[in-house]
Nanobody, 129 residues
């Protein structure tokens, strides 16, 4: 089973910065590969929306509302994706979720196994003065 663990959320003033991290682990298995990874967010009373995504090759795309302020990156060796958030606004307040697309894991003589559409537990980002 694959788990995603987010960290880095918290309370920040408008105009401030935060960096979110999301680390994937394969429990007893080794992660062989992860296709696209992304960050989504869900504000109170709103639907979950895509914030940013990055392919295994490094291609990125962003929601229009965060372009120029947020940067997504990943360290494939660490199976970790990051979201650097600058110039934060109150409307960025939400629970931020990490997502991993097709993930292949296995071990000596075991697998490979493929998991799809994996979600983390979410981390709360609050932008307020």
């Amino acid at each position: 089973q694959v788990q995603l663990v987010e960290s880095g959320g918290g309370l920040v003033q408008p105009g401030g910065s935060l960096r979110l991290s999301c680390a994937a682990s394969g429990s007893i298995f080794t992660i062989f590969s992860i296709d696209a990874m992304g960050w989504y967010r869900q504000a109170p009373g709103k639907q979950r929306e895509l914030v940013a995504a990055i392919t295994s090759g490094g291609s990125t795309n962003y929601a229009d509302s965060v372009k120029g302020r947020f940067t997504i990156s990943r360290d494939n060796a660490k199976n970790t994706v990051y979201l650097q958030m600058n110039s934060l606004k109150p409307e960025d307040t939400a629970v931020y979720y990490c997502n991993a697309d097709k993930t292949v894991v296995g071990g000596p003589g075991d697998g490979p196994y493929t998991y799809r559409d994996i979600w983390g537990q979410g981390t709360l980002v609050t932008v307020s003065s």
